[in-house]
């Protein structure tokens, strides 16, 4: 996989034992995740049903750990609603109702998170992750490192600069 971001996801420790991660790995690649794109991540413990769009675009159930893309359509504007629910034995149970504010010059990731407190109001926060995709295909581009390539040779040698590296030696 080429540039993966990874995710560490907290388990419930079982017993008093240790603390526990999941890693999941994601495609962080401006072709795979291009501008305009929103990714949603479930970070809970339990499967949402997650709604998503001005139309209900899109209506998708999310495992835990799981992950859904969504586009924007073309000419899009605004902000786009977010539903978030969870089955019960009683029935559905609404968790989140709210609205986003992608933009078609970046790529959003969407951490959804559970809240533990038990307070009306949402039952799920979402944290986000932004980035514009011009800047993750120049931290993809040779050039780049080439570029930096004195900045790390620097700090790898422990010195303030290659100016110096070349002065000392």
């Known amino acids: 996989m ?3 971001l990874l995710i560490f996801m907290r388990q419930k420790a079982h017993d008093g034992g ?3 991660y999941r890693i999941k790995a994601i495609k962080d690649d401006p072709r795979d995740f291009p501008n305009g794109t929103m990714k949603f991540m479930n970070l809970t413990q339990k499967t949402l049903y997650l709604i998503v ?8 159930a999310v495992k835990p750990g799981d992950i859904v893309d969504y586009s924007l359509p073309t000419g899009f504007k605004g902000n786009v609603p ?4 969870v089955k019960t034995p009683k029935g559905a149970v609404p ?18 998170w559970p809240l533990n407190d038990k307070k009306a109001g949402n039952k799920v926060r979402i944290a986000t992750l932004r980035e514009r995709g011009d800047m993750a295909k ?5 050039s780049c490192y080439i ?5 790390v040779l620097s700090l790898l040698l422990g010195v303030r600069s290659l100016w110096m590296i070349i002065i000392w030696r």
Not at 95 to 112: G, Q, T
């Open 2 to 4: 080429h540039n993966p």
């Open 18 to 20: 240790k603390q526990s």
């Open 53 to 60: 769009g001005q139309k209900d675009d899109l209506k998708r």
């Open 82 to 85: 977010i539903k978030i629910g």
């Open 95 to 112: 968790v989140m109702n709210s609205r986003v504010f992608p933009n078609k010059n970046v790529r959003d990731l969407y951490f959804i």
């Open 138 to 142: 120049a931290r993809l581009s040779p």
């Open 147 to 151: 570029k930096q390539l004195p900045f």
